[in-house]
Nanobody, 124 residues
Framework: QVQLVESGGGLVQAGGSLRLSCIASVLTFSTYTMGWFRQAPGKERKFVAG????????YYADSVKGRFTVSRDNAKNTVDLQMNNLKPEDTAVYSCAADKATVIRTSRSAYDYWGQGTQVQVTV
């Protein structure tokens, strides 16, 4: 029912920036809380950032707070993740996800729909 597609990943030096984008296929995009997760090789997929329906409320993992910014454009059915001051430990596959909820949830199981992911690699 809902399809999500991420883009914008790539290779960047530490201290650099990338902007990830996610586009949803549904017209009811604005009713979903959107989240970004990442999964490094050999590790669990973990919450990175989330944003509520209106975009008024945002929440970030401590590891990215102050460096990453999540935003959404409901008219375009997109959610973005601006990543600044990237660190090698940010290297992972980044996925966007949709949760039909009022609040931002950090659990993977809360999200109903997932994109395929986009690779981010940060070199020293």
């Amino acid at each position: 029912q809902v399809q999500l597609v991420e883009s914008g990943g790539g290779l960047v030096q530490a201290g650099g920036s990338l902007r990830l984008s996610c586009i949803a296929s549904v017209l009811t995009f604005s009713t979903y809380t959107m989240g970004w997760f990442r999964q490094a090789p050999g590790k669990e997929r973990k919450f990175v950032a989330g944003i509520t329906w209106s975009g008024q409320y945002k929440y970030y993992a401590d590891s990215v707070k102050g460096r990453f910014t999540v935003s959404r454009d409901n008219a375009k059915n997109t959610v973005d993740l601006q990543m600044n001051n990237l660190k090698p430990e940010d290297t992972a596959v980044y996925s966007c996800a949709a949760d039909k909820a009022t609040v931002i949830r950090t659990s993977r199981s809360a999200y109903d729909y997932w994109g395929q992911g986009t690779q981010v690699q940060v070199t020293v």
